[in-house]
């Protein structure tokens, strides 16, 4: 045993000193440049390329791919389940864990082609050349089949490193947005490498390649010079760039040399790739003009802005929040929504622009954006106070109600249900829950409606409606209902016991005007399988109308009125009071607690605004001119 184990030690230190680059390997692609380098390279990587058989990779593995860099524990060295900066999940030992069958992941590790054998049909000597064929877990090799690799958004699967299936995201005009396979960071540059060998390798015969599959399609564009899509090879200069020549590959590639007796020149020379495909784009793009805004609330502001330019072309825009990057986004839009902003709060947007390579254009005009006032609350029920509930349950067919509930609801919380069906019986049932009073919204704009709710069962509809005629003297059907618009409740699936929530937020109701009932109608009078519907948390919420706002309550005097950059404010106290500016549109511009009565409007520009002002719990609005 001894005399074995010093055997293999001397066989490892033969191979270490015999697989460094020979001097003058590379001599005659000396001054070359663009694709003559590399078609001199393909004629140096071939000759002295002796194909091995499949059975050998098995062998090979032994010193190629062992991991003498992250645990460093002599197990096989998997790009698929490695975690550079943690405990593997699993770990295989060299020859007894070959697959063999497999099912799940680290059952068992096979070999896997990179650059997929279904793409050249299994041809030699590709089929056997070691550069592009790692050892990896089996079912993880079975995920990546022959998809391409690329940059996942929704990932359909992911392996226990991180190692991803699902849609490409890269960035880059027309991109490839099928199925991709995308390994983790610390690979990717590996793997880039293989790519571009492969592309010099086989460069005779690579262009016959591309029609083989999708996966090819996606990857190859049918020539034996650029090789690639665009997508593709800018995506591999940007793996290649991000993620250098680590001492693995320079190990590996060493192997690579005693197996098969030809090396990578990617790994030895890094710099081929800029000489041979071009070096990388340093042009920035052209700032984004023309910064603006519409659909301002009290919690959001859509952004939009003229497209920026570029010499190779524009993959996306960046916007930043008072400084800070909040989304970046595909350059095929040139708008972008921002929400989760607080009321009554100014911001800073700035919008750049991003090429293929990274490179960041300088800013767009600064906007400067003050959000409105919060929604006000127009009509509110929890349904938690049984005793006190702003709905009343009204029925014109059958004995069965809506009920009010101290559970099940939001949360558990209280609710409203209606099921035509108990003790094992449907009733035909025309059953309504409408409000106890009219709500009016004759003095809002912008009014919208949120609830919540839940079925089971059976696929009765629920329907959501209004009235301005309604009296509860009389049946409700005897009123004109209208349906709530930009609404419509789903039905629950016939047959299915299966609870299913639905939670509307937001709807506009804006069109709504007067004094209104709400109702919802439960109705199985032509048959329906009864479903068991729960409503819960009904909010109505708008904006006053200040244009139409008749409060007085409050005594106050602007002068001189039309003012030019500066007006004050007399109160018949000397009170503190805030104040607030809207344009005509309700879109607040400017406000200040505990103003003074002297007050600076020199940022806005001509014309008619309303000025609110708000004292000891008074509030009037009066229109004010500026010239």
């Given at each position: 045993m001894k005399k074995s184990l010093l055997l293999f030690a001397l066989t490892i230190c033969a191979f270490v000193v015999k697989a460094q680059v020979p001097a003058g390997y590379y001599n005659s692609a000396q001054g070359l440049t663009g694709y003559t380098l590399k078609s001199e390279l393909s004629t140096i990587i071939t000759n002295g390329h002796t194909a091995q058989s499949y059975g050998a990779l098995w062998t090979v593995y032994y010193t190629s791919d062992v991991d003498n860099y992250y645990e460093n524990d002599g197990t096989v060295l998997d790009i698929y389940s490695e975690k550079p900066n943690a405990t593997d999940a699993y770990n295989y030992t060299l020859g007894s864990d070959q697959c063999g069958n497999y099912q799940n992941e680290s059952d068992c590790y096979n070999r896997e082609h990179?650059?997929?054998?279904?793409?050249?049909?299994?041809?030699?000597?590709?089929v056997t050349d070691m550069h592009h064929i790692f050892p990896t877990d089996g079912k993880v090799n079975s995920e990546r089949s022959n998809f391409p690799y690329g940059e996942v958004g929704n990932a359909s699967w992911t392996s226990t490193n991180g190692t991803k299936k699902g849609n490409n995201n890269y960035n880059f005009p027309n991109a490839y947005n099928g199925t991709v396979f995308e390994p983790i960071d610390e690979f990717k540059g590996d793997l880039a490498r293989v790519y571009f060998y492969m592309a010099t390798r086989y460069e005779n015969q690579i262009s016959g390649w591309e029609t083989s599959n999708a996966g090819s399609d996606a990857t190859l564009n049918g020539t034996s010079n650029q090789v690639f899509e665009d997508w593709m090879l800018a995506m591999l200069i940007d793996w290649h760039n991000a993620d250098p020549v680590s001492q693995k590959e320079i190990d590996r590639n060493n192997a690579a040399y005693t197996f098969q007796g030809n090396r990578n020149p990617y790994v030895d020379n890094p710099q081929y790739v800029a000489q041979v495909w071009g070096t990388p784009d340093t042009q920035a793009p052209t700032a984004p003009t023309n910064l603006n805004y519409n659909s301002l609330t009290d919690s959001s502001v859509n952004l939009n802005w003229n497209a920026a330019t570029d010499n190779v072309g524009v993959v996306s825009y960046l916007i930043e929040q008072d400084g800070v990057e909040v989304a970046t986004i595909s350059a095929t839009n040139t708008t972008y929504l921002v929400s989760n902003l607080s009321p009554e709060t100014t911001y800073?947007?700035?919008?750049?622009?991003?090429?293929?390579?990274?490179n960041i254009s300088s800013a767009s005009n600064l906007v400067t954006v003050t959000t409105l006032e919060a929604a006000e609350v127009i009509f509110s029920e929890d349904f938690n106070d049984c005793q006190n509930v702003q709905f009343t349950p009204v029925s014109e067919l059958s004995t069965q109600d809506w009920q009010c509930q101290i559970e099940f609801g939001e949360d558990n919380t209280g609710c409203f249900q209606m099921n035509s069906y108990s003790q094992g019986n449907q009733v035909p049932s025309i059953d309504w829950l409408i409000t106890t009073n009219s709500i009016d919204l004759a003095n809002y704009t912008q009014e919208s409606l949120s609830f919540y709710t839940v079925a089971a069962y059976g696929n009765s509809e629920l329907q959501l409606l209004y009235s301005t005629d309604y009296n509860a003297a009389n049946a409700p059907s005897n009123a004109t209902?209208?349906?709530?618009?930009?609404?419509?409740?789903?039905?629950h699936p016939s047959g299915n016991a299966n609870e299913i929530v639905f939670e509307f937020n937001d709807i506009d109701i804006s069109s709504i005007s007067g004094n209104v009932y709400f109702a919802f109608k439960y109705d199985t009078s032509n048959g329906e399988q009864a479903t068991r519907w729960t409503v819960d948390s009904f909010l109505i919420e708008g904006e006053q109308n200040l244009s139409?706002?008749?409060?007085?309550?409050?005594?106050?005097?602007?002068?001189?009125?039309?003012?030019?950059?500066?007006?004050?404010?007399?109160?018949?106290?000397?009170?503190e009071f805030s104040y607030a500016i809207y344009d005509l549109n309700g879109r607040l511009l400017q406000k200040k607690e505990k103003s003074t009565t002297q007050i600076s409007v020199e940022n806005l520009a001509s014309g008619l605004y309303l000025l609110r002002v708000s004292s000891a719990g008074k509030t009037a609005t009066k229109k004010l001119i500026i010239e």
């Open positions: 990179s650059f997929p054998k279904s793409w050249f049909n299994d041809a030699s000597p590709m800073d947007f700035e919008v750049f622009a991003l090429d293929a390579y990274g209902w209208t349906a709530v618009p930009n609404l419509t409740i789903p039905q139409t706002s008749t409060e007085q309550q409050l005594a106050f005097s602007i002068y001189p009125n039309p003012s030019q950059g500066r007006f004050n404010i007399s109160l018949p106290s000397k009170a």
